[in-house]
């Protein structure tokens, strides 16, 4: 019980990319940027690796080329989503924080505190105010599919969600733990900084 957080599982999720050695094989399933002269680089893979909070244990990782869209971090993630289960607390940074991520995890059970993607606008002004810049809003699903996600998964999504804003220090973090009696934007704080 002392490695959950109220009870709960948390797992946190993060990628990378690590360099290989320089074979054939390897140039061939992991590319190596095009920023490098052929012959003179080496391939990079990317990894996506989902840990446990409370152990620091790595529960499952995805592995695949550094460019395409089965390489990006939300691709290789999508592979590792039968790893969450319901009632886990999934930490993240903003590179994951997306409509269609967030509805995921929510349709296995999971609750999200992700920090809010830079290129969202967060007003405090709208939504159901729940204290000072903390507030229930209606996201609302994007037009647009995104190209790791399959269009019938993406046609399953709802078509809005309730999600928290809430700002705590220079962050603007997203959760889908809605009541602010049963998590405090402190609360909500302390946890992410454990990430």
Not at 100 to 124: E, Y
Not at 141 to 147: E, G, L, N, Q
Not at 148 to 162: G, I, K, V, Y
Request: glycine residues 8%.
């Amino acid at each position: 019980t002392a490695w959950r957080w109220q009870g709960r599982a948390v797992k946190l999720v993060d990628g990378t990319t690590i360099t290989m050695p320089d074979t054939v094989n390897n140039q061939w399933r992991y590319p190596q940027p095009h920023t490098q002269r052929p012959g003179l680089g080496f391939p990079v893979a990317r990894v996506v690796a989902l840990l446990c909070l409370g152990t620091g244990a790595v529960l499952d990782t995805a592995l695949g080329p550094q460019a395409g869209k089965k390489g990006s971090e939300h691709a290789l993630f999508h592979t590792l989503l039968p790893a969450i289960t319901a009632g886990d607390i999934l930490l993240a940074d903003r590179y994951y924080c997306s409509y269609a991520m967030i509805a995921l995890l929510r349709a296995r059970g999971a609750d999200v505190v992700f920090q809010q993607h830079q290129r969202r606008h967060t007003d405090f002004r709208k939504g159901q105010p729940l204290g000072t810049l903390d507030h229930v809003v209606v996201w609302n699903k994007p037009a647009m599919k995104p190209s790791w996600l399959s269009q019938e998964a993406f046609d399953e999504l709802p078509e809005t969600m309730q999600l928290r804003e809430v700002r705590v220090g220079s962050k603007v973090l997203v959760s889908t733990l809605l009541s602010p009696d049963q998590v405090s934007a402190q609360g909500l704080k302390a946890l992410y900084a454990q990430r």
